[in-house]
């Protein structure tokens, strides 16, 4: 029998909010979305009340996963600045982080806190879409695998997870005893998405703090065990999923996923210039589909350039982490959610993901040992 509406209103009506009236009374409830089990709405607050009800977020998600029928409950805290906020951010583009608020620290940023087990959590990053960033990413993750590394992997790209298709999975996180999603086995990594929430063609139609929100969750309400690499496939660009990364957790590193075309490289400046600015350390960047090499003659031609992100890691003193060339056989493996590095260990292209792999192991290596 499936989860209705009413039901979940009525549990909600049992959490009192710090207006003094229930959360279904405070005027702050959303549509409340119900699909195969599992249950999505936001608290829409003003942004002087967030911390005052990061509990009640905290309960509604209690009660409404309590309801037999409900396997997952995502409840996101949304805050609007008011007028006033201009003098303190808001007027240079600085977004609104709802939920999950800690102590602010050094250059305003708030107070990070680790992920209990975890050793070391890494982004890897672009400045814009179709690089190959996400298949970089699950490879990489492989290539620290076969380095001998627990490893997990959170795909952070809200609006477009590709990490479902990459993997070949199509199950669903289940709750613990403590009601923390358990991530999914593949590959011997251990792996979170929102794509394993929703379905492949839904559209995640959220604003900035529903995204911020989303990606703590994934962070936080998940029991991630103990690793010694976090792998996190952020999306494109320079936007709110970042600024939460660098604000929840220390993250120990950044990968800058760029091709060799100019285009590609304006846009990895401004990737890379981001996490300097919030004190993330650049572990190098990867020229993704460096060369293409005819499999039938073996002549190598340089589709989209060649050697622009070696020149660039070099003239921004970053280490270059390496080339991988444009190839069927990554391209395919990808689509078949069967990862080159899976498919073809012998490879060369696993070969090159696992060499890459290596030189950001060296670099997270006292890190790692200290953990």
């Avoid at 952070?156 to 991530?183: C, E, F, Q, W």
């Avoid at 960047?285 to 340089?302: A, H, K, L, W």
Wanted: charged share 20%.
């Amino acid at each position: 029998m499936s989860v209705t509406e009413r039901q979940i209103r009525d549990e909600l009506a049992k959490v009192m909010t710090p207006r003094g009236v229930p959360l279904t009374q405070a005027g702050v409830l959303s549509e409340i979305a119900i699909k195969d089990g599992k249950a999505y709405f936001s608290l829409n607050v003003s942004s002087g009340e967030v911390q005052a009800w990061d509990k009640v977020r905290a309960q509604a998600e209690t009660v409404v996963r309590a309801i037999p029928g409900i396997s997952v409950a995502m409840v996101v805290l949304t805050a609007e600045r008011s007028a006033g906020a201009a003098q303190t951010g808001a007027s240079k583009g600085v977004p609104n982080v709802a939920g999950h608020r800690a102590p602010h620290g050094r250059g305003g940023l708030p107070k990070q806190s680790e992920i209990p087990g975890v050793a070391a959590i890494i982004a890897v990053a672009s400045g814009k879409g179709g690089v190959g960033k996400s298949t970089t990413a699950i490879n990489l993750a492989l290539g620290l695998r076969d380095l001998g590394l627990r490893v997990g992997l959170l795909d952070a790209d809200i609006y477009g997870p590709s990490v479902p298709r990459l993997t070949g999975i199509h199950g669903k996180p289940r709750l613990n005893d403590s009601k923390k999603m358990i991530p999914l086995e593949q590959f011997g990594l251990s792996i979170m998405s929102i794509g394993f929430l929703v379905e492949e063609e839904t559209p995640m139609i959220w604003r900035g703090p529903m995204v911020m929100s989303a990606v703590t969750q994934m962070l936080r309400e998940v029991a991630w065990g103990e690793l010694d690499v976090l792998v996190v496939d952020m999306p494109p660009g320079t936007g709110d999923a970042q600024l939460t990364l660098a604000q929840e957790v220390p993250l120990k590193g950044a990968v800058i996923v760029s091709t060799p075309q100019d285009l590609s490289l304006i846009d990895a400046r401004r990737g890379l210039a981001m996490f300097k600015k919030v004190n993330v350390p650049v572990l190098g960047i990867v020229e993704n589909m460096s060369y293409f090499q005819c499999p039938e003659c073996g002549t190598r031609s340089d589709i989209f350039g060649h050697g622009g992100a070696r020149h660039e890691a070099e003239r921004l003193s970053v280490p270059f982490l390496g080339e991988i060339p444009l190839h069927m056989s990554i391209r395919a493996n990808s689509d078949a959610g069967t990862p080159v590095v899976v498919s073809e260990p012998d490879g060369p292209h696993a070969a090159i993901y696992r060499e890459i792999g290596g030189r950001i192991r060296d670099q997270l290596k006292g890190i790692i040992a200290a953990a």
